[in-house]
């Protein structure tokens, strides 16, 4: 597709990946954020837009600019890189966006997990917004394996407790193997994102039983019941429990980030950033086992599919990213005029 050229009848449209991404770009500076920045977060939006990961593509721009008018977030902030020992880099992202902060350590990250064989990133007085397979797909594009957690804010009662405490909590992980794209799932540890009970509301839809409860804490399947003062329960009871106290621990407390119940948007209205920490461990395959490990997550997947497995984490996406790489990226024409609009004022 040609830049500018979006395809649009009355209802949809259909951009181009970069068209898309230099739209955003105008939109983020348009709204006080530094061209370094707007690069980062359009890349990274026009991505999970690309792949069909809706809940954390262009549907979360307003919330961007709701809250960089907030000055909750500072748009510009410079992260602070420090390399702290062989195998762990520390940022500090200025009270800004995680991603800037996880671009400005990645090249000294992968030296070091390509030195020591494994290499830790802490990131903290961060705000992540977005999907998280996109911070660790591009280690695996490198033959890297990657894992990463971040908290977000308080809206999932823990299993067994009375009251939200922990956030939605995602867990992210990719690896290579040898004959196709990277295994990659990113996961959020509630039983379902908020981005996707935002989603529901909007649409009329009702959520699946066993995912949130209303203001009493009784059961509901009532996405606007979650949203206005009810909560999100985990996933998988105990267990999805336990996955949501580990991403608290291992994003906030050995990051030095903030806890999802650590903070809150009450003096800044339209803030809708969780202000938190990030983990990233990246790890050097070669360096481990001594076997080719793409071969061996390969023959994984051999076995799962010959197990009878159809769908791997992450099949949607790809093939998601393929048609849009093909035919464009399918929006709603009205979200083309309004990013149109807000890229001008
Ligand atoms: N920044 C933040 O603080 C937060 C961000 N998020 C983001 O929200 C997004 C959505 O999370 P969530 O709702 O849990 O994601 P989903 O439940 O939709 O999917 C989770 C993972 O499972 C895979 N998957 C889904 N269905 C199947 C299936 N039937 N068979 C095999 N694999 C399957 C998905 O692959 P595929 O993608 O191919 O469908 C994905 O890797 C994530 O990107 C997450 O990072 C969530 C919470 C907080
Ligand atoms: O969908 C979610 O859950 C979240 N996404 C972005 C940050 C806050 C939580």
Known sequence: MSAQSPIVDNA?????????????????????????VAAILAHNCASAERDGAHSHGIFRIPGYLSTLASGWVDGKATP??????????RVDAGNGF???ALEAARALLVDKARSAGIALLAIHNSHHFAALWPDVEPFAEEGLVALSVVNSMTCVVPHGADRPLFGTNPIAFAAPRADGLPIVFDLATSAIAHGDVQIAARKGERLSPGMGVDSLGQPTTDPKAVLEGGALLPFGGHKGSAL?????????????????FEFNWADHPGARTPWT???????????TAGQNFAERSQELVRQMHAAGLRRLPGDRRHRTRAKSQAAGIEIEAKDLRQLQELAQG
């Open 277 to 287: 920490g990030q983990l990233l461990i990246v790890i050097d395959p070669s360096k």
């Open 80 to 89: 602070v890189v420090t390399d702290v020992a062989s195998g762990f880099v």
């Open 244 to 260: 949501s106290m580990m991403v608290e621990l291992l994003a906030a407390a050995l990051t030095g980030g903030n806890f999802s």
């Open 98 to 100: 995680a991603q800037p």
């Open 12 to 36: 949809t449209a259909l951009i181009g990946f970069d068209d898309l991404v230099g739209l955003l770009h105008a939109v983020f500076v348009k709204h006080g954020t530094s061209p370094q």
